[in-house]
């Protein structure tokens, strides 16, 4: 097996450039060779929400709040305890959890920190497979976007988000982008030099024309982006690379070419630790080296941009940007052509107002869409807009097609959290005791009382919300879907997640 070294020829590149000293360079030699620290945020929304944080708490080795994020941080993924390992890749598998490096956190932290002072209403985030960016932005009350050109990565970031909010979700070119946001985060495509922590490719494969190839998208997505970007807009600029050919010389070409209307935005503040952006790098005189990656030959103040070192934060490299367009300017952009693949709930339909009234759900049907499918109807909460392949939460899923009984749909996980608190019918309280004897089969109604009996007896067969109530109970309050069949209550959790309520329950109960 070949051996890291500290001549390889990315840390000689980053040196001979100005980027590392002798001193620095053995520090990323020595940073590099360790294992990254095992980062786990957890999801506001979820249900164990509480119990997750109390647990990671007492085992984790740090903890940091950054805005409204609770990280829970274990140094060595080798010490941390067995049960508490399953619990994290449980909730993580499903969405409760979200296992992302610290250094990939910022810059949805530096949007959050610029939210009030620019007013961020919605936010494009261009190059957001698998998602671990956008899950944290939808934590945030801003209408979130999220696009990615490949339709396989689509798929992983429609299932990563589940349970974490709204989001529209594209799946297309950047050139095939429309509509204006006011954020567009463009977390673009690079060599990944900043993961030598966890890849060896750094190491051993790093090519520096694979960066001036890499330049060449970077700029085309941050030129792209710069179209739909409403006036005083933000662009956010991040790459997982140390090089300043995919890092500044992209924002200084961009700059340069519209200069006066764009200005850089010094992020300092919100990444303390991070170092400056440089101003001086080497001119290649290589044929296949772009010409915008030339270094500046004015002042573009380029140190407001931040590199972060492994170092620096105990965490990967990273390079973060933030753009602000003070004047509009002008780049062809063509918005014809809007396909239209949801539509607002027909009122007329009489599913719908099945559904509504079964459920109450008035307070936000103006909020709930219909997809258009030709076999299955889904309501999601959200705004329909064009090309969207997912759009907001599933609230409801058709069970059975060709039957229009309510029976034929059910309540949907995803977006539970956001009809639960209004859903006022359709709700059964039960003991801890009596919710644990669900889960091998369904429970006849005559083993509940007498009062739990008559609950269910009230409602038509379909999905209905359990809750705990029991006083002492770690999952008090906690609220699951369940289904009333003819003469039975059944559940709809799946075996995985009765299997992390256990190890909660246990770990909880033990401490
Ligand atoms: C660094 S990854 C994004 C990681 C993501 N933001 C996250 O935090 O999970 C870059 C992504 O850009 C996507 N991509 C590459 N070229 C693109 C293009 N022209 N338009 C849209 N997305 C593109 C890739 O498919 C890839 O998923």
New binding site residues.
């Given amino acids: 097996m070949k051996k890291r070294s500290v001549d390889c020829d990315l840390f000689s590149e980053l040196q001979q450039n100005g980027i590392l000293n002798e001193k620095e360079r053995l520090e990323l030699f020595n940073i590099g060779c360790t294992p990254l620290p095992l980062c786990v945020r957890v999801n506001q929304k979820s249900k164990y929400r509480d119990l997750l944080q109390t647990l990671f708490n007492k085992s984790c080795d740090e903890m940091k709040v950054i805005q409204n994020h609770k990280i829970f941080i274990w140094n060595n993924n080798k010490s941390i305890k067995k049960e508490i390992k399953e619990i994290i890749d449980n909730a993580v598998e499903r969405n409760y959890c979200y296992r992302q490096e610290l250094c990939?956190m910022f810059p949805p932290l530096v949007i959050e920190s610029l939210i009030n002072k620019y007013h961020i209403n919605t936010v494009l985030?261009?190059?957001?497979?698998?998602?671990?960016?956008?899950s944290q932005l939808v934590e945030n009350k801003i209408l979130v976007t999220a696009?990615?050109?490949?339709p396989k990565?689509v798929q992983i970031l429609a299932h990563r988000l589940n349970c974490w909010g709204n989001v529209n979700i594209l799946n297309?070119?950047?050139d095939q982008i429309k509509g204006k946001y006011d954020c567009i985060?463009c977390?673009?495509?690079?060599s990944g030099d900043g993961t030598l922590r966890k890849s060896s490719n750094p190491w051993f494969k790093w090519k520096l024309t694979t960066s001036f190839e890499n330049h060449r998208?970077q700029l085309?997505?941050v030129r792209e982006s710069l179209k739909h970007l409403n006036e005083n807009g933000i662009i956010i600029y991040s790459?997982?690379s140390m090089n300043p050919i995919e890092d500044e010389a992209v924002i200084h070409s961009i700059l340069k070419e519209f200069q006066g209307s764009i200005e850089l935005i010094d992020i300092h503040s919100i990444i303390p630790n991070g170092r400056n952006g440089v101003s001086i790098w080497k001119k290649y005189d290589t044929i296949n080296c772009p010409v915008t990656s030339y270094p500046p030959l004015e002042e573009y103040h380029l140190e407001r941009c931040v590199r972060i070192f492994p170092q620096d934060y105990n965490s990967g490299g990273f390079f973060i940007a933030a753009l602000r367009m003070n004047k509009g300017i002008s780049i062809a952009s063509s918005d014809e052509d809007t396909m239209e693949y949801f539509e607002k709930a027909n009122k007329d339909n009489i599913l719908w107002n099945q559904l509504k009234n079964e459920f109450e759900l008035q307070p936000i049907e103006n909020n709930i869409i219909m997809k258009k499918d030709n076999s299955l109807y889904s309501w999601y909460n959200g705004n329909p807009i064009y090309q969207s392949v997912f759009c907001g939460c599933k609230l409801f899923e058709r069970r059975r097609k060709g039957d229009y009984s309510l029976s034929s749909f059910r309540l949907c996980e995803d977006g539970l959290f956001l009809v639960q608190p209004f859903i006022k019918k359709r709700r059964v309280k039960l003991s801890l005791e009596s919710f644990l004897k669900l889960q091998d089969q369904p429970v006849p109604f005559n083993l509940f009382s007498t009062e739990i009996q008559n609950e269910l007896k009230k409602w038509k067969e379909g999905s209905i919300i359990i809750e705990i109530t029991q006083k002492n109970c770690k999952l008090d309050s906690f609220y699951f879907i369940g289904w009333i069949g003819k003469t039975t209550l059944n559940h709809n959790i799946s075996k995985e997640e009765w299997k992390l309520i256990h190890l909660l329950l246990k770990e909880s109960i033990n401490k």
């Fill in positions: 990939s985030d261009i190059c957001a497979a698998p998602g671990s960016k956008t696009n990615d050109v490949d990565r297309c070119s950047i985060l977390d673009a495509p690079c998208i085309k997505i790459t997982c």
